[in-house]
């Protein structure tokens, strides 16, 4: 692979889902129901071994036949409509993926329809980063090296490149949320923290932006009691819920939208026998499926959680991105997966884009998490397990783990069994009331964006009795300050000096997100105290990280950072 190649992918980041389902429910399908498909994958295998035996004269394909192969690709005309769109990169996918098998002599044909594909895909990064996993290397290499005679000219190399360097946070978060991200002070490592700002002045009260989660779950003792609402989190008067026949969580709902949405963005996947896929592509695959296995998966999950929230939340997440994932490939289906609107209309940033950036640290994790939760998935779609890698559910993990909101209203509750989890292993949320008396977690994409500070500038609120999130401005707030909230409870309870009060509260920061609070009002008070009691926090500052790519992003290190090879440059030109 070139050097621009490679650099690329670094931009670009590590595995996307999203694509990677949608091929691989595409394939999966296609293998299952299309009998034609069967036979040319066999006729296909014949052809391979048939073909290997020339392959010794075929050598490389010479760099002037990529270039004139591009040349005329780019003389096509591509489709207009969104239909037409789908069904040439389909078909320029399917092609390319038969091609590649058929030995040397086809790998320039092959490249070539694969790129046809690139050039109509929403989101090329994606495309390329599935190439780059399911494309042989020799076919991929021709496809690289492809982009990169193309990448000064095309408009999606352009809209590519503007991705992959800047312009994320001019249209995230979406305007209507009146607030933007800036740089703030850096981490341990001199990656600058992002912070929320506001886009406009408030007034003290006002309600600076409302915000529904990605994803969110009740606190798991109330999962099963019948008396929240499992998708919406709204306490549930007596006799009031609805509730589902099957449901391995037992859970119950406020109404029927909110019974519906749960079914369709992840329920039916992780905790039903309901077959997953709709109707219209799912000929032949209910037969084969196995309840007994689904039911054993979905049992051994459903134990696993039952003291845990995070697990949960990134099922839930990994349901609704298949599901939306879904969606697209059957037409005229509901779009009540799809994620909450957080960028701008018009702008090609989808979920991956959001979750990418966000802060983490890496929470222990479980041998056996991610096989409960593979087992699951494989059980219900065969195929589907091989998109959630170990290294991709840490991931989601951690930052589920870091930025989740707790959900409380009304006060909050006082009946949740306390955790029997060492300190250091408990389960936190942002929230002022404290875990203990949330009624669940939510995942917010742009709330994630909110810094703590123990004089915050603002705090959530869940005044609707729902996930909703409301941001509320404590102070008057003008055009372009910093947004804060307390991830803690940050008051002096009656048994606590001072000094324990605040000890206390850094401690829980320290716990939850890896760092020693640098706001002016933790500065202000250690000036006045002993700074040797300090050095017991275990932490280093700001601990927490981003991934590789976003802290190149923060630096500011632009797209193409490595030299391109000037071998391939010059081979090409
Ligand atoms: C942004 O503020 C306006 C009023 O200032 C409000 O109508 C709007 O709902 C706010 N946006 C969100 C997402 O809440
Ligand atoms: C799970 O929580 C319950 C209380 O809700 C407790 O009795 C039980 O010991 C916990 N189990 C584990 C494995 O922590
Ligand atoms: C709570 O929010 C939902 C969704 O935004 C809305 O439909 C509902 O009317 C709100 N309920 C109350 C009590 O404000
Ligand atoms: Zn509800
Ligand atoms: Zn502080």
Known sequence: MSSRASTIFTVAGVTVLGGLVAYAVYFDYRRRNDNEFRRKLRKDKKKVKAAQSDAVQASAVKPEDIRAALLKVREEELPENQEEKEAYFLKSVDLGERLCHQGPTFHLDSALSFYRALRVYPS??????IYQKTVPEPVFKIVMDMMQLDCDVSTWAEKFVRRATLGYYDVFPAKHFNVSVQDGSADTRGVKRKILVVAKDFEAGDVIYKEEPLVAVLDPDLQGKGTHCSYCLRHIQKGMAIKPEVDRLDSVYCSKDCQLKAKVQSQSLLFSLDPYLPPEMDSGIVGEQNNEK????????????KNKSTPLLVARFVGRQVATETSKLVPGQSVLADFPQVADKGSDYGIYDHIERLRFWEPSIEDSE???????????????ETSVTTEQYVLWKSKMTYNAFGVCYGGGRDDKPVSTDRPEDQERTRTPYGTSRQVGSGFYAVSSYLQHSCAPTARTSFSNGTSELHLIAFAPLKKGDEITVSYVDITQHASETPEEARRRRRMELVRGWKFKCECTRCLEELQTSEVAAELELGVDRDESKVERTAERLARGEAFPAAPVSAESVTALD
């Not at 090329?124 to 980063?129: A, C, S, T």
């Open 124 to 129: 090329p990064v994606e495309l390329v980063m």
């Open 294 to 305: 689904r039911e054993q998966a979905q049992q051994k999950f459903a134990e696993f959680i």
């Open 370 to 384: 991610v096989d409960l939760l593979r087992d699951v998935l494989a059980s219900a779609l065969p195929g589907l």
